[in-house]
């Protein structure tokens, strides 16, 4: 049998981050992306996600390089880890290598990686893979796409894009690159599902421009403060100038975006009007003060959100303010958003978000640019990626009615083995992909069982019920219950006595509850009272906290 | 000093549930309404919020009643809990009457109240209080909003309440009733704030309709899903009737559907065509079904979430099934509505949701309608009632805009007794009104240490530390660790270990560490250890869990 190429995604599908990609051809592996995922509202105090990425360890010697396709966490996150366990070389564009080595060199492990700076259409060669980046439009500068010219055919990779016409910084989704480099037609298409459930087209970024370019002339006397998130870099560009067309000095607070000003700024991404910044402290009368500041997704140590509450070192807001959120809520920070709001309100500024103005729009191209970019590449195979199963599922169908035949469509899930010989495709047994939780500093210990544990307790708390029992398996002192979380000792004190009582009654009933069973068992006497236990708060309650006998010999 | 009216919200301020409010004039007192609040995500294992009524129930000698605007459960669903300490009558229109009387008898308190049912522009004298009721557009028949007539002047308070022209089931809000009704003038607006975050109108339910109609036009092949609000009455008269258009029977899955269509059935509410309704487990061909559900929420024990996790008893979701989510998502529930969203389509299913077609508006009015409203009522003084912190902010701004005298807004806590003696108005001492939260048969007795409790278990889980010690104060044993949602005790048999050489380690340094305290301040010495355990848990993973050492005597 031939070679065969085979496309196995780690992480992104099923899923809104860790995107990270495997492309195999026969022995030969490069990877695409490697992002981190931040935690769903029910992975109980987890800081991060990350892919699996034991295959590429495992498989290391094989391994060609890295590519990247743009500098949001989700898309080079992952790097610090992966990189305490594989050396290799890594492949960008000049400000995503950027981001990259202050990354790497924070978390010490620069060393590991050698690290190419790439133009936004150069290519270069992996193996049998040549690579060719190709310029799109999204919410970071230096996004590419990839063109992947394998033995098999070539496979198109659009990283993440929209069609905007009239981007901020200029730079537009180049298909026609993409023609170019396929003259033989493509076998793959991999493309970015995020807004399937989206009709139409996403706004172009000039209508925040003009949007912000109204609310500022409206703001007169105030000071303004914008909320935006760090790598937005095209939109701090916009409103740089537009702050000096306004007679305002710029103030930045919050760690994230004093950086990457910083950065772009030395790597000429932006261009700041000499005098314009100014420190957070200093002294600009507040109509002439404008303010950038992290915190769109009511984070809360960001700095809007220690404005909202009160524990900003330089900034109190007050009546005056203007505020303006430029940045989409990601689904489940919505609660910790609102509750940022109205503290703001509270403090008595006049805060702009949502649906008020349009001060942000997606990064991400809707259905209609899905649909362009299908009729422009014309995949014979499509693999939608970057979305949760029910984006998948759309684009799929788009996909479908766009003209690529049903049966070569592919929803896969994370660790899928997707192959072909270039004539047809079938599906390889999958590789681990399973999500890896990063607790503190535990990478992959915490498992699901202990992720329920914390479900439980965070709904009831719990109940440890300490059981002094003599040589004769005889109660040999009063029980004492510990208890957290579930009812505050000052209203409990009558029910932990009835509990008590509960455990004293089982040692009187004698032979039928515990005493029968020996020392050796006590394992199983304390299943006895956990279950005894767990019925007599759930009766007295209607409540289920965690119970947990101990029995101890004196 | 002459009598005075006082207004005090007891819940609706500063969030979106749990509406009541206090009505005083002299020693007589009225309520309107009295709801609760689905808990926020903060609220660990709370299954409802009550509104504290300490202040009705002390005072209930002074209550000549208690006026429904509607039959939504954040208006009514408190009143199970009220009448178990009060006993009083109860005002609304017909449907809302019909709700009240099940939900009392459900929860054996209906001999508590005296059920009196007044028509949608009907009028009661309570005491000093003369209220008229004036129908308002919202999403359940019989909503009213209410003047009251007081001896200070006219209060008009909304209800909940869109400006739909061409709603659903045909009820407009009056507003010139609302004109007729107060010939001199309004003293106080009390008005619904929940969009006051969206510009413009609230689009018509007309539209819902025209898009279902489309939609049922092109389902021609599998069954058709609908889930959507029970209480939503009308929406559910309008499926029913493009259901008969377009030739599919229909079928309800969901005890609280199945309930309110009954009794809107039996009330005249809900005209079904003879025949439609058929059984959850019929026999018809897919391409003439149609099956209402619950679970727009994604609440986990709805029908359509049991359809997702294929769980439902009768019904299993198929490849071909069309499902359209007919409601909004409410904050907070984005990422359990993902999930559901999520396996419906991996079952195969088509699913209409969000963006992808306008089938759901909202049951509240935006902005443009509150300004038709504060220009129709014209009030001296204005409180935005019915929504969080920044919609009643942007709706005291609207106001201003509209005209109040800036001085006459007043944003509201819940529990601030605003009055007025019809001349001028002022804030008297606030009454307690704080959230009253039921955790099981919990009432009121879990309280915000509970709940930090909970919240600190929910993210590292906790660790019981048991250290034998002898009557000399020396560690007569090994010590043990019982811990839970903390690390897999697979994964962290070294550290456990390691934890307990600690423990041994506080021992060994005998007059510095832990012998000099004496049994009697066995407390302290667990103090002691906790702070130990603590240190050395955050040293060695960087997380926090809940440490709790217990001494024993052996």
Redesign the interface.
């Known amino acids: 049998m031939s070679k065969k190429l085979r496309i196995i995604p780690l992480g992104g599908l ?1 899923e809104i981050g860790k995107n990270m990609t495997v492309l195999e051809y026969g022995r030969n592996m490069i990877v695409v992306d490697c992002g981190v995922m931040f935690p ?3 992975m ?2 987890i800081d991060l996600v990350l892919p699996q990425f034991d295959y590429v360890v495992q498989n290391q010697d094989r391994l060609h390089g890295l590519v990247l396709t743009h500098g949001h966490m989700d898309h080079i996150g992952g790097l610090p880890y992966l990189l305490r366990q594989v050396k290799t070389s890594i492949y960008g564009t000049e400000l995503t290598i950027g981001m990259v080595r202050r990354k790497l060199e924070e978390d010490k492990v620069l060393q590991q990686a050698q690290l190419r700076v790439v133009g936004d259409d150069g290519a270069f060669q992996l193996g049998p893979f040549k690579i060719s980046f190709f310029p799109v439009a999204h919410s970071i500068p230096g996004s590419v796409g990839l063109v992947i010219d394998t033995p098999a055919g070539a496979v198109v990779h659009t990283g993440d894009y929209k069609l905007d016409e009239t981007p901020a910084g200029g730079r537009t989704t180049d298909l026609e690159r993409v023609r170019r480099l396929t003259p033989n037609g493509v076998l793959a298409l991999l493309a970015d599902s995020t807004n399937a ?3 139409g087209r996403t706004p172009t970024e000039k209508v925040v421009a003009a949007e912000l370019d109204r609310l500022f002339a409206e703001a007169t006397q105030g000071r303004i403060i914008i909320a935006t998130f760090a790598s937005l870099l095209a939109r701090l560009q916009e409103i740089m100038l537009l702050a000096q067309k306004h007679g305002r000095k710029v103030a930045l607070t919050g760690r994230s975006l004093e950086e990457n000003v910083a950065l772009a700024r030395d790597m000429g991404y932006l261009k700041i009007p000499q005098g314009l910044l100014v420190e957070i402290g200093a002294r600009v009368p507040d109509k002439q003060l404008l303010i950038l500041a992290t915190g769109v997704q009511g984070e809360p140590r960001s700095a809007l959100n220690r404005m909202a509450q009160g524990e900003h070192r330089q900034l109190q807001v007050k009546r005056g303010d203007t505020i303006i959120i430029s940045g989409g809520v990601i ?2 920070n ?2 910790e958003v ?1 509750r940022m ?3 703001l ?2 403090r008595g500024a ?2 702009i ?4 103005a349009t001060v942000h729009v997606s990064g991400h191209g809707s259905r209609d640019e899905m649909r362009a970019v299908l009729e422009a590449v014309r995949p014979k195979y499509f693999i939608p990626v970057h979305g ?3 984006h998948l ?2 684009h799929a ?1 788009l996909a479908e009615n766009a003209g690529v035949a049903a049966e070569n469509v592919y929803i896969l899930n994370n660790g899928a083995a997707w192959a072909t010989d270039g004539q047809k495709a079938w599906l390889d047994k999958p590789v681990p992909a399973a999500d890896v939780f990063v ?4 990478i992959g ?3 699901v ?2 992720m329920q ?10 109940i ?1 019920a ?1 059981i ?1 029992v003599n040589a004769n398996n005889k109660l040999a002192g009063e029980p ?1 219950i ?1 208890s ?5 000792p000052h ?2 004190a009558d029910l932990m006595q009835a509990a008590r009582q509960e455990i004293k009654r089982q040692f009187k009933r004698g032979k039928k509850g515990v005493a029968k069973e020996s020392v050796a068992e006590g394992r199983l006497a304390e299943g006895h009272f956990a279950e005894v236990l767990q019925n007599f708060f759930y009766r ?4 289920r906290p ?1 119970v ?1 006998p ?1 029995i ?3």
């Open positions: 099923g769903e509202s029910d109980y105090g459930d989206r009709p689904p489940g919505e609660e609102g709001l109205n503290k309100f509270e006049n805060v978000y949502g649906k008020l949760e199963t029910r599922h759309l169908r607790d503190g500093r535990l210990e915490i498992g069982r202990v544990d914390r479900r439980q307790l965070s709904q009831d708390g719990f440890v300490l002094p004492e510990i957290r979380g579930f009812v505050h209203n409990s007295e309650t209607h409540s965690v947990l101990s101890i010999q004196v």
